[in-house]
C-alpha cells in the first residue's frame, strides 16, 4: 500500500497552509494552489469556489479530531477531562497554530451569512460540548465525579476555554514586541502613532493577556470547574499530566 499522500490530502495541507499565511480575507485559490503544488484550474475542476474548497476542509479537520477523540475514549476520566482543557492552550511560540486559529476566527464570523461553513461550525461545537459531557457521564457512572447537569457543564467548559483562546490570539498578538509598526518605527497606518498609546503617549497594555494567558485560564479551570466536580478521593490530575495522557487536537485541528 503506497504511503504517498493523495491528491485530496496535498490539497488539505495546502489549506492548511494557506490560511496560515494569509488569513481567510485574503485567501485566494491561487494561493492554495501555490501551498498544495496544484494548478488554479484543477482547483476548480474539483470546487466551484473557495467556499466549497473551505467547507471540505472544515469536514476534513472536524472528521480528523472526532476520530481522536474515538481514539481515546478508554483514558481515565479525570485524565481526559484535563487533556480536552489542554487542548486550548496556546504556548507563547506556538506561533503557527495561532495564525491558523487566527484565520480559522475570521471564518467563524461567516457562519450567520453562510449556511454550509455554519452547518460545519455547529458540528465543531457539538463535538466539543458532546466530548465534555461524555466523559462527565463516564465520569460519573465510574464514581470519579459528583452526579451533577452534564450539560450545563459541559457548556460552561467549553465556553470558558473558548473564550480565553479567542481573547489571547485577538488581543495579545504584536503586544510585546510591537509587530503592528513599519520598518521606519511608523504605525502600520502610515500616522507614526500606535493605537495602544493612550494621549499621554503610554501604551495601554493593562487589558491585553499575558501570552501564557490560556494556560492560566486552563490551571484555573482545572481548579475552579474540575476540582469541585470530584467525588471524594478522586484525585485532580495536573494539566500536564492530562495533556501527556491524551494529547491535544494537531495543529490542524478545529477545537
Not at 476520530?67 to 492552550?89: K, N, Q, S, T, Y
Not at 495602544?196 to 491585553?208: I, K, L, Q
Amino acid at each position: 500500500m503506497s504511503d504517498q499522500p493523495s491528491a485530496a490530502d496535498e490539497i488539505m495541507d495546502g489549506v492548511y497552509r494557506a490560511l496560515r499565511a494569509h488569513g481567510y480575507a485574503d485567501l485566494t485559490m491561487q494561493d492554495i494552489a501555490d501551498e498544495c503544488s496544484k494548478s488554479k484550474s484543477l482547483l476548480h475542476y474539483h470546487y466551484d469556489t473557495k467556499e466549497d474548497l473551505l467547507v471540505t476542509f472544515l469536514d476534513r479537520v472536524i472528521t480528523d479530531s472526532e476520530r481522536r477523540v474515538a481514539a481515546h475514549a478508554d483514558v481515565p476520566p479525570a485524565e481526559r477531562l484535563a487533556g480536552f482543557i489542554g487542548w486550548f492552550v496556546f504556548d507563547p511560540d506556538a506561533t503557527d497554530r495561532e495564525a491558523f486559529h487566527i484565520a480559522l476566527l475570521e471564518l467563524r464570523t461567516q457562519g450567520p451569512f453562510n449556511e454550509p461553513i455554519r452547518e460545519q461550525l455547529a458540528r465543531s461545537d457539538r463535538l466539543l460540548r458532546g466530548t465534555v459531557v461524555d466523559i462527565l457521564e463516564s465520569g460519573i457512572e465510574e464514581g470519579v465525579f459528583r452526579d451533577v447537569d452534564v450539560e450545563e457543564t459541559a457548556a460552561l467548559l467549553v465556553a470558558t476555554l473558548d473564550g480565553a483562546r479567542t481573547r489571547q490570539i485577538t488581543l495579545s498578538r504584536g503586544a510585546a514586541d510591537g509587530d503592528d509598526s513599519g520598518a521606519d518605527g511608523s504605525d502600520a497606518d502610515g500616522s507614526g502613532h500606535d493605537p495602544s498609546e493612550n494621549s499621554s503617549g503610554t501604551a495601554e497594555t493593562a487589558d491585553r493577556p499575558e501570552p501564557a494567558y490560556t494556560r492560566a485560564v486552563a490551571e484555573a479551570t482545572l481548579r475552579r470547574i474540575v476540582e469541585p466536580l470530584l467525588a471524594e478521593g478522586a484525585e485532580l490530575p495536573s494539566l500536564e499530566a492530562g495533556i501527556a495522557a491524551m494529547d491535544p487536537v494537531d495543529e490542524t485541528g478545529i477545537e
